[in-house]
């Protein structure tokens, strides 16, 4: 009975972390109550302080979730394949289904950055998502020292293009749909691996490219 307690323990705290996803994605931090997530999670309201000892705590921690999730991803990428234009293709499609396997999730950091401004983006940099976009750049920079990638970019650059690339797949897939031209927007693999083929190498013809403004 002993061993089933952890077991236990996990599961009631990623019942409330689900319920509380649901419930702020749906009506945002401030007008969910603890009893509300407590009636959705099917538990105690007791049972939550249990846990968390404040609603910003467990809004935090439904954060810090996403944030590790988004990390496992890369260094799943990281284990999977050798090289790191590997990396970077497996990272950028299995990124972006995160995001579309998430939408609530996802619509509720965009809600809470927007209505608050700097001070919630801080807290999200502080609950995970920096370190990820920092072990996405060491990536990059691995790269760049292996002589995978070249080694004049700015590899924050770089990862702030490819993903906000796919977030704004995310924000704008259902308007894609309806500009005739578009072929992808309902093929994000697709989508994703343009993308990183257009970062990978660039635009113009290596022949006709400008290098006298390079020192």
């Known amino acids: 009975m002993a061993d089933l307690l952890p077991v236990i323990e996990c599961e009631g705290r990623q019942r409330i972390l689900a319920?509380?996803?649901d419930l702020f994605s749906d009506k945002a931090f401030d007008a969910v109550s603890m009893n509300?997530?407590?009636?959705?999670?099917g538990i105690s309201k007791a049972n939550i302080y249990h846990y968390?000892?404040?609603?910003?705590?467990?809004?935090?921690?439904?954060?810090?979730?996403?944030?590790?999730?988004l990390r496992a991803l890369l260094h799943d990428a990281v284990h999977a394949h050798g090289t790191i234009v590997d990396v970077l293709r497996?990272?950028?499609?299995?990124h972006l289904q995160a995001l579309l396997d998430r939408p609530q999730l996802v619509?509720?950091?965009?809600?809470?950055?927007l209505e608050k401004g700097a001070p919630r983006a801080q807290e999200f940099a502080?609950?995970?998502f920096a370190d990820m976009f920092t072990a996405l750049v060491a990536v990059l920079k691995t790269g760049q020292s292996r002589g995978e990638l070249r080694g004049d970019f700015d590899p924050a650059l770089v990862a702030t293009l490819l993903l906000g690339a796919n977030v704004f797949?995310?924000?704008s897939r259902d308007i894609l749909r309806h500009y005739p031209p578009i072929t992808f927007a309902d093929d994000p693999a697709g989508y994703d691996a343009g993308v990183v083929e257009i970062l990978l190498r660039g635009?113009?013809?290596?022949?006709?490219?400008?290098?006298s403004h390079i020192r």
Do not use: C, M
């Not at 509300?36 to 999670?41: K, P, V």
């Not at 968390?52 to 999730?69: E, G, I, T």
């Not at 497996?90 to 299995?94: D, N």
């Open 19 to 21: 319920a509380a996803e």
């Open 36 to 41: 509300a997530i407590a009636l959705q999670a």
């Open 52 to 69: 968390f000892p404040n609603k910003d705590a467990l809004y935090l921690a439904v954060l810090r979730d996403a944030s590790q999730n």
């Open 90 to 94: 497996h990272f950028a499609r299995r």
């Open 107 to 113: 619509r509720l950091v965009w809600r809470e950055i």
């Open 126 to 128: 502080e609950q995970g």
């Open 169 to 171: 797949f995310f924000q």
């Open 203 to 211: 635009l113009v013809p290596e022949s006709s490219v400008d290098t």
